[in-house]
């Protein structure tokens, strides 16, 4: 999603907790190429930190003078029975799947108050946020990406009108993509707490998707072409809630 938006000629700033970043991102970065125009850059933040996240979104937002949107993907999964939840777990669970999101949407909307660009914030959420994946042993997962859902509408409702001194203005949506191959959901696979089989029989595509699949929607729901859209959930899910 970060490459499509530099490809589209987007400065990008990538944030996760890592003292670097994965070998996947240099990788991305080697492929930028300057007739895009666009750039792609790394820091390093605990999205749980409020104090952390208001320091660096400041900083990207004072060096270019504008912020002009944010995609929210920070998220943790824990397969355990409800009967068996630790407390500590779900608190740890929320603090990044909600509390993060949410944090981080809130410094966004900040610095574009500040610098007065009508942005657009996606969150993404999760079809599992909408139903319950069967044999799939997530309870606060995926809760906790329902309650995403649920802030993005709220979020839409209190940032969407333009104010007198020309702030506001900024949308704000949920992505709820559907089952994707990434280094977490291959773990599931390995640890047998998801099967692949049924995964790819739940879809009417009769497969699982993969990261790039997505590229096209961030520059979708971040730019002017969804300039009416907000407080929506999107969920490209290979149709499995359409059952």
């Known amino acids: 999603m970060a490459e499509g938006l530099v490809e589209a000629g987007g400065k990008v700033h990538c944030l996760d907790q890592l ?123 995926n809760s906790s990406k329902a309650a995403v859902v649920q802030l993005a509408r709220n979020l839409a409702m209190e940032w969407g009108r333009v104010n007198k001194d020309g702030s506001g203005g900024i949308r704000v949506n949920t992505l709820s993509p559907g089952h994707i191959v990434t280094p977490m959901v291959e773990e599931n696979f390995r640890n047998g707490e998801a099967n692949r089989e049924e995964w790819e029989n739940n879809s009417m595509l009769g497969r699982l998707s993969r990261p790039e699949e997505y590229k096209a929607v961030a520059l979708f729901m971040l730019s002017r072409a969804s300039s009416y859209m907000t407080g929506h959930d999107m969920k490209i899910d290979g149709g499995t809630t359409a059952w």
Do not use: W
Not at 65 to 72: E, M, S, Y
Not at 84 to 110: H, Q
């Open 19 to 141: 003292p670097k970043p994965d070998d996947n991102f240099a990788e991305a970065k080697n492929r930028v190429k300057e007739e895009y125009g666009g750039e792609l850059e790394y820091h390093q933040v605990d999205v749980t930190n409020d104090e952390q996240v208001e320091g660096v979104i400041s900083g990207i937002a004072d060096e270019h003078q504008r912020l002009d949107g944010l995609i929210a993907a920070a998220g943790i999964q824990q397969c355990t029975p409800a009967l068996d939840y630790p407390s500590a777990d779900i608190a740890k669970m929320l603090a990044t799947n909600y509390t993060g999101v949410f944090l981080s949407a809130r410094a966004c909307a900040r610095q574009m108050y500040k610098y007065k660009n009508q942005g657009s914030i996606c969150l993404v959420a999760s079809m599992s946020g909408t139903i319950a994946n069967r044999g799939f042993m997530a309870p606060v997962y």
